[in-house]
């Protein structure tokens, strides 16, 4: 019952996923991860959607011994069924030019806090380093993008190049009398314009995450809610804890979390996590409007 052990088409066989944190895999590990798909499988290992490898036609007798050298080799078996199951990032600081924050660094953490854990419900995380949401974390239970507020500084005049407006993708910003003006109803905060501004006039003031929750893919895939923003590692931390929490205690098992969230007060559960993070402000975008709305 291993969440990570998937029973295949010929049950005799199992599909064996593997736990990797943020996708990252050492030299080393995948020599071993390739030996083990040799002795145990087909020979071949198939990459899957949530950054991770998978063992195929792995013999269900065989099934102990390979988690067992899975384990020694530093690629322990992962997850799948109603539980957390493999958090995925993208590159963030780390290589990507975009990135507002270190996705690789704090999905590890996430995940040496919380994987495996059994749930009433399958929790999917996905962190992004911006809103380009590469890794789709509006489309899983909970979600983390990190953003950053553009504010242009008031005491150096705006040369009125059009650099910024250029590179805007969302068209928040316009040269009016010859200074650049930002639309903030239109901003959603990926921070192009402050890497695009060549005489450093656009600054990143206030860099934040923020956490979504009950989103979803597959056959009918719904955007997750807004939950809130906060300023630091650790308050991301503390906030997933409280949602994975709150699941746990509340959600109803055979049903998704997108299809509960009204049951479960989620207006009512915001408003609490808000009281509880110095610092941290409520968001109410369309998509959870909408849902209000409905």
């Given at each position: 019952?291993?969440?990570?052990?998937?029973?295949?088409?010929?049950?005799?066989?199992?599909?064996?996923?593997?736990?990797?944190?943020?996708?990252?895999?050492?030299?080393?590990?995948?020599?071993?991860?390739?030996?083990?798909?040799?002795?145990?499988?087909?020979?071949?290992?198939?990459?899957?959607?949530?950054?991770?490898?998978?063992?195929?036609?792995?013999?269900?007798?065989?099934?102990?011994?390979?988690?067992?050298?899975?384990?020694?080799?530093?690629?322990?078996?992962?997850?799948?069924?109603?539980?957390?199951v493999n958090i995925i990032a993208c590159p963030g600081t780390d290589r990507c030019k975009f990135a507002n924050?270190?996705?690789?660094?704090?999905?590890?953490?996430?995940?040496?806090?919380?994987?495996?854990?059994?749930?009433?419900?399958?929790?999917?995380?996905?962190?992004?380093?911006?809103?380009?949401?590469?890794?789709?974390?509006?489309?899983?239970?909970?979600?983390?993008?990190?953003?950053?507020?553009?504010?242009?500084?008031?005491?150096?005049?705006?040369?009125?190049?059009?650099?910024?407006?250029?590179?805007?993708?969302?068209?928040?910003?316009?040269?009016?009398?010859?200074?650049?003006?930002?639309?903030?109803?239109?901003?959603?905060?990926?921070?192009?314009?402050?890497?695009?501004?060549?005489?450093?006039?656009?600054?990143?003031?206030?860099?934040?995450?923020?956490?979504?929750?009950?989103?979803?893919?597959?056959?009918?895939?719904?955007?997750?809610?807004?939950?809130?923003?906060?300023?630091?590692?650790?308050?991301?931390?503390?906030?997933?804890?409280?949602?994975?929490?709150?699941?746990?205690?509340?959600?109803?098992?055979?049903?998704?979390?997108?299809?509960?969230?009204?049951?479960?007060?989620?207006?009512?559960?915001?408003?609490?996590?808000?009281?509880?993070?110095?610092?941290?402000?409520?968001?109410?975008?369309?998509?959870?409007?909408?849902?209000?709305?409905?």
């Open positions: 019952m291993k969440g990570g052990v998937i029973t295949e088409r010929d049950a005799d066989f199992c599909t064996v996923r593997l736990r990797a944190p943020a996708g990252v895999f050492s030299v080393d590990h995948l020599r071993g991860i390739a030996t083990l798909a040799k002795k145990f499988g087909n020979g071949e290992v198939h990459a899957t959607t949530r950054q991770t490898l998978e063992i195929p036609h792995v013999k269900g007798t065989d099934l102990k011994k390979i988690a067992k050298a899975l384990e020694k080799n530093g690629t322990p078996i992962g997850s799948e069924k109603d539980e957390i924050i270190d996705t690789i660094s704090l999905a590890k953490k996430i995940d040496a806090k919380l994987f495996g854990k059994e749930m009433p419900v399958k929790m999917r995380i996905a962190l992004s380093g911006c809103p380009n949401a590469c890794t789709s974390p509006m489309l899983n239970e909970i979600g983390i993008i990190g953003r950053i507020t553009p504010v242009r500084t008031a005491e150096r005049l705006c040369t009125g190049c059009g650099n910024c407006v250029y590179y805007c993708k969302e068209n928040a910003i316009k040269i009016r009398n010859g200074l650049s003006v930002l639309d903030e109803a239109k901003c959603v905060q990926c921070g192009v314009c402050v890497q695009s501004c060549h005489y450093d006039l656009v600054k990143a003031e206030h860099r934040h995450y923020l956490i979504t929750v009950g989103g979803r893919r597959g056959r009918h895939p719904k955007i997750g809610r807004s939950l809130l923003t906060v300023e630091t590692e650790e308050q991301v931390l503390f906030v997933i804890d409280k949602i994975v929490d709150w699941v746990y205690r509340r959600a109803w098992s055979g049903r998704l979390l997108s299809e509960q969230l009204d049951d479960l007060h989620f207006d009512k559960f915001r408003e609490e996590i808000v009281k509880k993070v110095p610092e941290a402000k409520p968001v109410v975008d369309e998509a959870t409007r909408a849902e209000m709305e409905v």
